[in-house]
Protein backbone atom coordinates (compact mmCIF):
# COMPACT_ATOMS: atom_id res chain seq x y z
CA UNK A 1 0.00 0.00 0.00
CA UNK A 2 1.37 3.22 -1.34
CA UNK A 3 1.46 6.59 1.02
CA UNK A 4 -0.66 8.75 0.42
CA UNK A 5 -0.03 12.21 -0.74
CA UNK A 6 0.95 14.59 1.48
CA UNK A 7 0.00 17.91 0.16
CA UNK A 8 2.36 21.01 1.15
CA UNK A 9 1.20 24.10 3.19
CA UNK A 10 1.49 26.97 1.79
CA UNK A 11 4.32 29.24 2.86
CA UNK A 12 4.59 33.38 3.13
CA UNK A 13 6.61 32.87 -0.04
CA UNK A 14 4.21 30.87 -2.15
CA UNK A 15 1.63 33.50 -1.66
CA UNK A 16 4.25 36.02 -2.54
CA UNK A 17 5.00 34.65 -5.80
CA UNK A 18 1.77 34.33 -6.57
CA UNK A 19 1.09 38.12 -6.04
CA UNK A 20 4.19 39.19 -8.30
CA UNK A 21 2.33 36.40 -10.83
CA UNK A 22 -0.35 38.54 -11.09
CA UNK A 23 1.33 41.77 -12.01
CA UNK A 24 1.28 41.24 -15.42
CA UNK A 25 -2.27 40.90 -15.57
CA UNK A 26 -3.36 44.27 -14.12
CA UNK A 27 -4.23 47.70 -15.51
CA UNK A 28 -3.16 50.99 -13.78
CA UNK A 29 -6.34 52.98 -14.80
CA UNK A 30 -8.42 51.28 -11.98
CA UNK A 31 -7.40 51.22 -8.01
CA UNK A 32 -7.31 47.39 -7.52
CA UNK A 33 -4.04 47.08 -10.48
CA UNK A 34 -2.16 49.83 -8.60
CA UNK A 35 -3.17 48.73 -4.89
CA UNK A 36 -1.41 45.55 -6.60
CA UNK A 37 1.56 47.24 -8.25
CA UNK A 38 2.31 49.28 -5.06
CA UNK A 39 1.72 46.66 -2.46
CA UNK A 40 3.71 43.60 -3.85
CA UNK A 41 6.75 42.10 -2.44
CA UNK A 42 10.44 42.67 -3.90
CA UNK A 43 11.01 40.29 -6.60
CA UNK A 44 13.37 37.69 -5.21
CA UNK A 45 16.57 37.51 -7.86
CA UNK A 46 16.93 33.70 -8.89
CA UNK A 47 20.22 32.01 -7.84
CA UNK A 48 22.73 32.14 -9.91
CA UNK A 49 24.49 28.99 -11.20
CA UNK A 50 27.39 28.32 -12.64
CA UNK A 51 27.05 26.12 -16.51
CA UNK A 52 27.81 23.14 -14.36
CA UNK A 53 25.21 23.74 -12.29
CA UNK A 54 22.73 24.87 -14.31
CA UNK A 55 24.15 21.43 -17.14
CA UNK A 56 22.85 19.40 -13.79
CA UNK A 57 19.84 20.56 -13.83
CA UNK A 58 16.29 17.69 -14.52
CA UNK A 59 14.43 19.18 -17.33
CA UNK A 60 11.31 20.18 -14.97
CA UNK A 61 13.91 21.97 -13.16
CA UNK A 62 15.84 24.07 -15.66
CA UNK A 63 12.40 24.66 -17.74
CA UNK A 64 11.18 26.36 -14.26
CA UNK A 65 14.69 28.30 -13.21
CA UNK A 66 14.73 29.70 -17.35
CA UNK A 67 10.78 30.68 -16.29
CA UNK A 68 12.49 32.53 -13.44
CA UNK A 69 15.12 34.28 -15.14
CA UNK A 70 12.98 35.61 -17.68
CA UNK A 71 10.30 37.37 -15.54
CA UNK A 72 13.06 38.61 -13.87
CA UNK A 73 15.16 40.24 -16.21
CA UNK A 74 11.82 41.25 -18.16
CA UNK A 75 11.42 43.18 -14.58
CA UNK A 76 15.16 44.56 -13.85
CA UNK A 77 13.69 48.19 -13.00
CA UNK A 78 13.31 51.17 -12.32
CA UNK A 79 16.94 52.01 -11.42
CA UNK A 80 17.75 53.94 -8.56
CA UNK A 81 19.68 56.58 -10.94
CA UNK A 82 20.56 59.97 -10.09
CA UNK A 83 17.87 61.68 -12.80
CA UNK A 84 14.96 59.34 -10.34
CA UNK A 85 16.76 60.64 -7.32
CA UNK A 86 16.64 64.00 -7.77
CA UNK A 87 13.21 64.06 -9.26
CA UNK A 88 11.62 62.02 -6.28
CA UNK A 89 13.48 64.61 -3.74
CA UNK A 90 11.53 67.39 -5.58
CA UNK A 91 8.38 65.58 -5.25
CA UNK A 92 8.57 64.78 -1.70
CA UNK A 93 9.42 68.23 -1.31
CA UNK A 94 5.90 69.71 -3.00
CA UNK A 95 4.06 67.08 -2.32
CA UNK A 96 4.89 66.88 1.66
CA UNK A 97 4.59 71.32 1.71
CA UNK A 98 0.81 70.88 -0.05
CA UNK A 99 -0.24 69.13 3.64
CA UNK A 100 -1.97 72.50 4.19
CA UNK A 101 -6.05 73.33 5.08
CA UNK A 102 -8.37 72.49 2.25
CA UNK A 103 -8.97 76.10 2.36
CA UNK A 104 -5.16 76.84 0.29
CA UNK A 105 -4.72 75.96 -3.21
CA UNK A 106 -2.02 72.90 -3.51
CA UNK A 107 0.89 73.59 -5.98
CA UNK A 108 0.47 71.13 -8.29
CA UNK A 109 3.92 69.54 -11.06
CA UNK A 110 4.46 68.73 -14.47
CA UNK A 111 6.82 66.49 -15.68
CA UNK A 112 7.86 67.29 -18.88
CA UNK A 113 10.66 65.06 -20.74
CA UNK A 114 11.56 63.69 -23.90
CA UNK A 115 10.18 59.70 -24.36
CA UNK A 116 12.44 57.57 -22.93
CA UNK A 117 13.84 59.07 -20.14
CA UNK A 118 11.86 57.23 -17.08
CA UNK A 119 9.03 59.55 -16.76
CA UNK A 120 6.42 57.29 -16.62
CA UNK A 121 8.66 54.45 -14.47
CA UNK A 122 9.84 57.27 -12.08
CA UNK A 123 6.46 58.61 -11.33
CA UNK A 124 5.41 55.22 -10.51
CA UNK A 125 7.96 54.38 -8.07
CA UNK A 126 7.22 57.35 -6.25
CA UNK A 127 3.35 56.71 -5.79
CA UNK A 128 4.29 53.52 -4.50
CA UNK A 129 6.05 54.96 -1.85
CA UNK A 130 3.14 57.38 -1.17
CA UNK A 131 0.69 55.04 -0.70
CA UNK A 132 3.10 52.27 1.42
CA UNK A 133 3.25 55.91 3.79
CA UNK A 134 -0.13 57.28 3.57
CA UNK A 135 -1.44 53.58 4.48
CA UNK A 136 1.30 52.84 6.94
CA UNK A 137 0.23 56.34 9.14
CA UNK A 138 -2.99 56.59 8.75
CA UNK A 139 -4.56 53.20 7.92
CA UNK A 140 -6.51 51.49 5.36
CA UNK A 141 -9.85 53.09 6.11
CA UNK A 142 -10.73 56.34 6.97
CA UNK A 143 -12.43 57.63 9.96
CA UNK A 144 -15.70 57.45 8.39
CA UNK A 145 -15.16 53.69 7.46
CA UNK A 146 -14.33 54.53 3.87
CA UNK A 147 -11.71 52.78 2.03
CA UNK A 148 -8.49 54.83 2.00
CA UNK A 149 -6.70 55.16 -1.63
CA UNK A 150 -3.72 58.11 -1.42
CA UNK A 151 -3.34 57.89 -4.81
CA UNK A 152 -5.63 58.09 -8.01
CA UNK A 153 -4.19 57.76 -11.55
CA UNK A 154 -5.63 58.90 -15.11
CA UNK A 155 -4.50 58.39 -18.37
CA UNK A 156 -5.11 60.62 -21.13
CA UNK A 157 -5.75 60.13 -24.79
CA UNK A 158 -6.02 62.82 -27.68
CA UNK A 159 -9.92 62.95 -27.74
CA UNK A 160 -10.10 63.14 -24.04
CA UNK A 161 -13.20 65.82 -23.05
CA UNK A 162 -13.94 66.91 -19.41
CA UNK A 163 -16.39 63.96 -19.44
CA UNK A 164 -14.28 61.61 -19.99
CA UNK A 165 -11.54 62.47 -18.03
CA UNK A 166 -14.13 62.61 -15.17
CA UNK A 167 -15.40 59.05 -16.19
CA UNK A 168 -11.56 58.01 -15.70
CA UNK A 169 -11.60 59.14 -12.29
CA UNK A 170 -14.81 57.55 -11.75
CA UNK A 171 -13.70 54.28 -13.20
CA UNK A 172 -10.37 54.16 -11.45
CA UNK A 173 -12.39 54.28 -8.11
CA UNK A 174 -15.01 51.76 -9.34
CA UNK A 175 -17.80 54.09 -9.09
CA UNK A 176 -21.30 52.63 -9.83
CA UNK A 177 -22.32 56.20 -11.04
CA UNK A 178 -19.64 55.94 -14.00
CA UNK A 179 -21.37 54.84 -17.09
CA UNK A 180 -24.39 57.36 -17.41
CA UNK A 181 -24.60 61.38 -16.36
CA UNK A 182 -22.75 64.83 -17.43
CA UNK A 183 -19.51 65.77 -17.50
CA UNK A 184 -20.79 68.04 -14.35
CA UNK A 185 -22.28 65.24 -12.97
CA UNK A 186 -19.25 62.77 -12.89
CA UNK A 187 -16.93 66.04 -11.51
CA UNK A 188 -19.16 65.98 -8.42
CA UNK A 189 -19.09 62.03 -8.42
CA UNK A 190 -15.27 62.25 -8.66
CA UNK A 191 -14.92 65.21 -6.14
CA UNK A 192 -16.91 62.65 -3.60
CA UNK A 193 -14.63 60.23 -4.42
CA UNK A 194 -11.19 61.94 -3.72
CA UNK A 195 -12.84 63.10 -0.33
CA UNK A 196 -14.20 60.27 0.63
CA UNK A 197 -11.33 58.25 0.25
CA UNK A 198 -9.05 61.09 1.20
CA UNK A 199 -7.04 60.92 -2.13
CA UNK A 200 -3.87 62.85 -1.56
CA UNK A 201 -2.44 62.42 -5.18
CA UNK A 202 -3.95 62.55 -8.58
CA UNK A 203 -1.66 61.38 -11.23
CA UNK A 204 -2.54 62.59 -15.10
CA UNK A 205 -0.13 61.01 -17.41
CA UNK A 206 0.21 61.00 -21.09
CA UNK A 207 -1.25 64.89 -21.01
CA UNK A 208 0.54 65.08 -24.62
CA UNK A 209 -1.87 62.91 -25.87
CA UNK A 210 -4.22 65.95 -25.58
CA UNK A 211 -4.93 68.36 -28.37
CA UNK A 212 -4.44 71.56 -26.39
CA UNK A 213 -5.93 74.02 -29.57
CA UNK A 214 -9.61 72.25 -29.82
CA UNK A 215 -12.53 72.61 -27.29
CA UNK A 216 -11.49 69.29 -25.63
CA UNK A 217 -8.30 70.93 -25.15
CA UNK A 218 -9.49 74.20 -23.54
CA UNK A 219 -12.32 72.39 -21.19
CA UNK A 220 -9.64 69.79 -19.69
CA UNK A 221 -7.26 72.51 -19.02
CA UNK A 222 -9.70 74.36 -17.16
CA UNK A 223 -11.13 71.64 -15.35
CA UNK A 224 -7.53 71.36 -14.46
CA UNK A 225 -7.20 75.07 -12.51
CA UNK A 226 -11.00 73.19 -10.91
CA UNK A 227 -9.05 70.69 -9.71
CA UNK A 228 -6.71 72.83 -7.82
CA UNK A 229 -8.86 74.81 -6.66
CA UNK A 230 -11.78 72.56 -4.91
CA UNK A 231 -10.00 69.02 -5.01
CA UNK A 232 -7.70 68.77 -2.16
CA UNK A 233 -5.23 66.75 -4.05
CA UNK A 234 -1.71 67.07 -4.87
CA UNK A 235 -1.97 67.51 -9.14
CA UNK A 236 1.07 65.64 -10.83
CA UNK A 237 0.93 65.77 -14.86
CA UNK A 238 3.18 63.81 -16.87
CA UNK A 239 3.90 64.43 -20.66
CA UNK A 240 6.04 65.06 -23.28
CA UNK A 241 6.64 68.40 -25.03
CA UNK A 242 4.25 70.40 -22.14
CA UNK A 243 5.93 73.55 -22.50
CA UNK A 244 5.92 73.99 -25.86
CA UNK A 245 2.39 73.49 -25.97
CA UNK A 246 1.93 76.76 -23.98
CA UNK A 247 1.36 75.00 -20.36
CA UNK A 248 3.79 77.03 -18.65
CA UNK A 249 3.37 80.61 -20.86
CA UNK A 250 0.94 83.64 -20.48
CA UNK A 251 0.31 83.95 -23.95
CA UNK A 252 -0.99 86.76 -26.16
CA UNK A 253 -4.80 85.21 -27.00
CA UNK A 254 -7.38 84.25 -24.58
CA UNK A 255 -7.11 80.92 -25.50
CA UNK A 256 -3.23 81.02 -24.48
CA UNK A 257 -4.55 82.48 -21.36
CA UNK A 258 -6.65 79.91 -20.48
CA UNK A 259 -4.09 76.97 -21.83
CA UNK A 260 -1.79 78.81 -19.26
CA UNK A 261 -3.75 79.59 -16.25
CA UNK A 262 -2.58 75.75 -14.43
CA UNK A 263 0.71 76.82 -15.12
CA UNK A 264 0.92 79.06 -12.82
CA UNK A 265 0.10 76.97 -10.45
CA UNK A 266 2.14 74.31 -11.43
CA UNK A 267 6.21 73.36 -11.03
CA UNK A 268 7.89 72.19 -14.05
CA UNK A 269 10.29 69.23 -13.33
CA UNK A 270 12.26 67.22 -15.86
CA UNK A 271 14.26 64.13 -16.30
CA UNK A 272 17.47 64.22 -18.46
CA UNK A 273 19.36 61.58 -20.44
CA UNK A 274 22.49 60.20 -19.67
CA UNK A 275 25.85 62.40 -20.71
CA UNK A 276 29.48 61.42 -20.38
CA UNK A 277 30.53 65.02 -21.88
CA UNK A 278 31.78 65.09 -18.02
CA UNK A 279 33.60 63.11 -15.29
CA UNK A 280 30.40 63.45 -13.16
CA UNK A 281 28.00 62.18 -16.06
CA UNK A 282 30.35 59.27 -17.03
CA UNK A 283 30.31 57.96 -12.86
CA UNK A 284 26.57 58.43 -13.18
CA UNK A 285 26.60 55.98 -16.23
CA UNK A 286 29.29 53.81 -14.92
CA UNK A 287 26.91 53.61 -11.43
CA UNK A 288 23.79 52.45 -13.15
CA UNK A 289 26.12 49.41 -15.45
CA UNK A 290 27.18 48.43 -12.08
CA UNK A 291 23.62 48.44 -11.12
CA UNK A 292 22.95 46.21 -14.06
CA UNK A 293 25.26 44.06 -13.93
CA UNK A 294 24.77 42.80 -10.14
CA UNK A 295 21.22 42.11 -11.25
CA UNK A 296 21.86 40.00 -14.61
CA UNK A 297 20.92 36.37 -13.98
CA UNK A 298 23.85 34.68 -16.03
CA UNK A 299 25.86 31.16 -15.87
CA UNK A 300 28.68 33.14 -17.80
CA UNK A 301 27.99 36.93 -15.69
CA UNK A 302 31.23 38.37 -14.43
CA UNK A 303 32.66 41.55 -13.13
CA UNK A 304 33.27 43.89 -15.49
CA UNK A 305 31.06 42.05 -18.12
CA UNK A 306 28.95 45.40 -18.46
CA UNK A 307 30.40 47.98 -16.68
CA UNK A 308 33.36 47.48 -18.44
CA UNK A 309 33.82 45.44 -21.51
CA UNK A 310 30.13 47.15 -23.05
CA UNK A 311 30.27 50.66 -21.64
CA UNK A 312 31.05 52.65 -24.63
CA UNK A 313 29.05 50.33 -26.85
CA UNK A 314 25.39 50.62 -24.30
CA UNK A 315 25.58 53.81 -24.43
CA UNK A 316 25.94 54.17 -28.28
CA UNK A 317 22.87 52.08 -28.40
CA UNK A 318 20.60 53.28 -26.29
CA UNK A 319 21.47 56.81 -26.87
CA UNK A 320 22.38 57.54 -23.25
CA UNK A 321 18.10 56.98 -22.36
CA UNK A 322 17.50 54.52 -19.66
CA UNK A 323 14.41 53.23 -21.43
CA UNK A 324 16.59 52.06 -24.37
CA UNK A 325 19.41 50.69 -22.58
CA UNK A 326 17.13 48.62 -20.22
CA UNK A 327 15.33 47.84 -22.99
CA UNK A 328 18.19 46.32 -24.83
CA UNK A 329 19.81 44.67 -21.50
CA UNK A 330 16.21 42.68 -21.43
CA UNK A 331 16.30 41.24 -24.66
CA UNK A 332 19.93 40.47 -24.53
CA UNK A 333 19.11 38.27 -21.56
CA UNK A 334 16.83 36.57 -22.95
CA UNK A 335 18.69 36.22 -26.37
CA UNK A 336 21.50 35.10 -23.72
CA UNK A 337 19.39 32.34 -21.58
CA UNK A 338 17.57 31.21 -25.21
CA UNK A 339 20.51 30.17 -27.07
CA UNK A 340 22.76 28.88 -24.21
CA UNK A 341 25.30 31.50 -24.22
CA UNK A 342 24.89 32.81 -21.10
CA UNK A 343 26.57 35.90 -21.18
CA UNK A 344 26.62 39.15 -23.11
CA UNK A 345 28.82 40.81 -25.78
CA UNK A 346 29.25 42.95 -28.19
CA UNK A 347 28.53 40.16 -30.82
CA UNK A 348 25.29 38.94 -29.01
CA UNK A 349 24.02 42.09 -28.77
CA UNK A 350 24.40 43.00 -32.26
CA UNK A 351 21.78 40.50 -32.90
CA UNK A 352 19.27 42.00 -30.60
CA UNK A 353 16.80 44.84 -31.91
CA UNK A 354 16.33 48.03 -30.29
CA UNK A 355 13.48 50.44 -30.22
CA UNK A 356 13.77 52.81 -33.83
CA UNK A 357 14.62 56.22 -32.14
CA UNK A 358 17.85 54.11 -30.26
CA UNK A 359 18.61 52.41 -33.37
CA UNK A 360 18.27 55.85 -35.65
CA UNK A 361 21.20 57.98 -33.04
CA UNK A 362 23.56 55.01 -32.56
CA UNK A 363 25.48 55.18 -35.30
CA UNK A 364 27.10 58.57 -34.62
CA UNK A 365 27.45 58.07 -31.08
CA UNK A 366 29.33 54.83 -32.11
CA UNK A 367 31.72 56.41 -34.76
CA UNK A 368 32.99 59.01 -31.94
CA UNK A 369 34.00 56.10 -29.55
CA UNK A 370 35.74 54.73 -32.06
CA UNK A 371 37.73 57.77 -33.39
CA UNK A 372 38.29 58.07 -29.32
CA UNK A 373 36.27 61.76 -29.64
CA UNK A 374 33.59 59.99 -26.91
CA UNK A 375 34.80 58.02 -23.64
CA UNK A 376 32.17 56.72 -21.17
CA UNK A 377 34.11 55.11 -18.30
CA UNK A 378 35.73 57.53 -15.51
CA UNK A 379 38.99 58.56 -15.36
CA UNK A 380 39.96 56.46 -12.58
CA UNK A 381 38.64 53.56 -13.95
CA UNK A 382 39.57 53.95 -18.04
CA UNK A 383 42.65 51.07 -17.35
Not at 28 to 48: N, Y
Not at 207 to 212: D, G, I, M, Q, S
Not at 237 to 245: I, M, P, T, Y
Amino acid sequence: MTAPHTRRSPTVEDSQERLRQRLDHLTLSRKEGFKKLAEAPARSQPEPLTRTQLAALGEAARAEYDRARRKWHANLGPLQTRQMADLHEDLWDIVDSNDQDGDKVKGGIAIDAFPGLGKTPAVLAFAKQFHRREIAEHGRLTDDGHERWPVCRVGLTSNTSMRDFNRGILEYYGHPGRHRGTATDFGFRALDCVLSCETKLLIVDDLHFLKWRNTNGIEVSNHFKYIANEFPVTLLLVGVGLEARGLFDEGTSYEDGVLAQTGRRTTRLDMTSFSVATELGRRDWRNTLLAIEQRVVLTQCRPGMIADDLSDYLFARSTGHIGSLMTLINRGCQRAIRTGAEHLDIALLDQVKNDAAAEKGQRELRLAFEKGKLRSQPRKNAA
